[in-house]
C-alpha cells in the first residue's frame, strides 16, 4: 500500500472512529429517557459525569484507582517475570515439562478467580490476595507463550551457534531469549487485561479499597451511577495497561514489519 | 583472472573410516547412514560431495563440525581429530539462519561475537566482508528488507568472518532462484580462490559441483559410501559463469548423471530416499 492511500485510510477511519464515539455518547445520554429506562437501571452520560465529579470529592474515587492501579502493575510484573522464568526453565528441560505438564494443565482449567476467596482467607482483607490471583492468572498465557516458543527454536539456529563454539549462556541470551521476545509480548498483552480482572475480583470479594469495592460498595447503595463510574474508571485502567504493553512491544520488536505487529493498537 | 597456483598439499579436512549407524526409530534395528567414508580435502581445495538424498551427505557434514560424532572412524582439521565444535571450521546451510533482530552488519558479527573478538576486530572484518560482497549499504538494514540472494550472502558474509580454514556448506544455494544462484555461484568461487578457502560442498546440482570445484565425490544410496571421484580437469576455478561456456561441462555431469543412475530405469524402481 502507498503512503498517500494508508494515510487517508488512517484519516478516513479516524473520522468514522469518533463519529461512533459520538453516536455512542449521544445514545447513552439521551436513548434511556427515549426508550423510557429508568435512571437507577441505565443512568444517562450526564448523570455519570456528576457522579464521577462527586465520587471523586467524597468517595475517594483517586485513592480507590490508585489501589487497584498499584495491585494491577504488582500482580502483572510478578506474573509476568515468574511466567517467563518458568516457561525458559521449562523450554529447556524437557523431562521437568514432560512431568510438570498435568499438573500445569489442571491449574490452568481451573478458574483462576476462583481462588480469590481462598487468598482472603489466608491474608485477611488486604492488597496481598488481590495482587495473588493477578499473579495467577497473568502466569498462564505468558509462560505458555515463552515455553512454546523456546521449544520451536530452530535447531539449525542452534548448531550454528555450538558450531562457534557458543558456551549454553550464550545460546540463551543470544538465540533463545530473543527468538521468545514475540511471542512472550503476545501472552504480555492478554495478561494486561486478564490481570485487571484478577485484581477486580479480588476487591469484589473482600476489603475495602479499590475499584472493586467501590463497585459493591455502589451496590448496596443501589447507586447505579457509582457503578457506571467505577466499569468506566477499571476500563481506563485495563486500556492503559494495554496501551503500555503496546508500547513497549513497539520498542523491543522494533526489528519486525510493522504489519506483524498489533495492527492500529 | 587469477593465476591458477599448484595446490598445496597439506591436508586440510580429512575422514578416516567414517561410519554412521543411527537407531531406528519405532523399531529394532540399526540404520547405517554411511559406511566407510574416506577421504581428503588439500588446502584451497574445493570438493563437491553429490549423491540421492538420504545417503549422509550432511551427516558427513555435521561430523567435519563436530555436531555429531561419528560411530566409527574420526573426521580430521589441519591434523587433529574432530572431537566437538571446532574455531576452525564453520558451515552455511540452504537456510540463511539470519537472525531477525539483528542488522546485516550484526549478522555478520555472530560468530566473532560468540568467541569474543574485541568490538572493533569484528566491525573491521563485517565492514570489509560487506564492502566485498556489495552489502555495504544495507548494514543496517534488517534480514527482512532483503531479497532471498542477499540474504545468502550475508550469512556467507558471517561464515567468513571467523576466519575458518574449511568451509562446509549445505546446499548453500538450493532455495534462491536459477539466476540468482549463479551469481552467488560466482561470488563464492571468487571469495573461495581470493581467501584460498578450502571447502566442501554438498549440492544436487550437478552443474554446480563441475563448475565450482577442484574435484567431485560420487554418493551411493544408503549406506552412504563413496563410489567415484572425479578430478575436474577445467581451468579458472574462480569464474564458474566460464566454465559453464566449457564444452568439457557437458561430459562431466554426463558421467555424473551415469554414476548416479539418473536417467535410467532403475531409479524408478528403487525405495524412496528418507531425508538426509
Redesign the interface.
Known sequence: MSNRAQSALIRKGAIASFVVLVVFLAAWQWGPGLLGVPSFIVPPLSMVGAEFLHAWQFDHLLLHTGVTVAEVMAGFILGSVLGAVVGYLLGMSPIAEFALSPYILALQIAPKVAFAPLFILWMGFTVYPKILVAILIVFFPVMVNVLTAVRGVDPDLVNLARAFKATRAQIFWKIEFPTSMPPMFAGLRIGSTLAVVGVVVGELVGGNQGLGYLLTFGEGQADTPLVFVSIVMLTVVGGIAYLAVILAERRVLHYLPARSLGGNL | MVVDLPMSNVVRLEYRNVTMRFAKTGSEGVLTAVQGVSFSVRDGEVVSLIGPSGCGKSTLL?IG???TQPTEGAAFVDGERVEG???H???M?Q?D?L????TVAENVM??V???NLPLAERRRRAEALLENFKLAEFAGH?P?QLSGGMRQRVALARTLA?DPHVLLLDEPFSAVDAQTRMVLQRDLALTLKEAGKTALLITHDLAEAVTLSDRVLVMSRRPGAIIDEIAIDMPQRDNPIARRHDPKLGDYVARLMDRLDIGHNSLDQQPAGGAA
Do not use: D, T
Open positions: 555435521n563440525s563436530g555436531l565444535a571446532n574455531a571450521v564453520a558451515f546451510l537456510k539462519l537472525l531477525p533482530w539483528r555472530f560468530g561475537e560468540i568467541q534488517y527482512h571467523v
